[in-house]
C-alpha cells in the first residue's frame, strides 16, 4: 500500500466533529491498519 495523502482531510474531519461538541476516535496499530470512527447526535424535530 502507498500512503502519499496529506491528512488534510481528517484534519478537516476533526474539526466538523469538534464544532459539534463530539469526539473523533482513531485507533492504529503498526502492521495492521487504522480505524477512525465519530459519533453525532441526531437532530431533534
Known sequence: MDATGS?????ICK?????H???????STQ???TTI???L???KD
Open 15 to 19: 474539526h466538523i466533529i469538534e464544532a
Open 41 to 43: 447526535r441526531a437532530k
Open 7 to 11: 491528512g488534510l482531510g481528517l484534519a
Open 31 to 33: 502492521d495492521v491498519g
Open 21 to 27: 461538541n463530539q469526539t473523533i476516535h482513531i485507533r
Open 37 to 39: 470512527g465519530f459519533t
